[in-house]
């Protein structure tokens, strides 16, 4: 079955990445330092260091664009190479809709495309999970990738290609 594809953001090594913003834990008080850059390689970089002083623990860096339709993808699917330790992949239908659809995502170290259904995005605001259904799936005008792991830690995650995508992940065993 073929899938259709539509890319979000395809970084390369003159990208434009003026649209992406990182927002650090010190909106809150904390002390956490977030950076976004591109390698030399044309990959976005997020990289830095979460704090716990100060109430602190969390980095974000997150692109927003114009409302896009995606009544008719199935799924956000991700390249990218983290170091081993748990992101957050989150989505808003609106810029300023107060709360992010998000989904947990592990890295391992290498290249990985990371495919997540729609229908599995929940809702949540500061870190607590809202009664309410999951990702309608209809518009989309934002994408962030968050840590916020409850330990201070280094982080660096690249990003290769952000898209929408009317495939599913393969079921496993």
Known sequence: MLQATHTLFDFSDDADISSWTVVNDGVMGG???GHFSLTEEGHGLFRGVVSLENNGGFSMVQHGFRSLDVSGYRSLVLVLKGDGKDYQVRVKTARNDYYSYTFPIKTNGEWQTIVIPFNKMMPQFRGRRLP???FPGKHLQEVAILIG???????A?????ISVSTGLPEATD
């Open 157 to 161: 995650i690249e990003i290769s290609r």
């Open 31 to 33: 002390r956490s330092k």
């Open 132 to 134: 309410d259904p999951p």
């Open 149 to 155: 792991n409850k330990k201070a830690e280094e982080f």
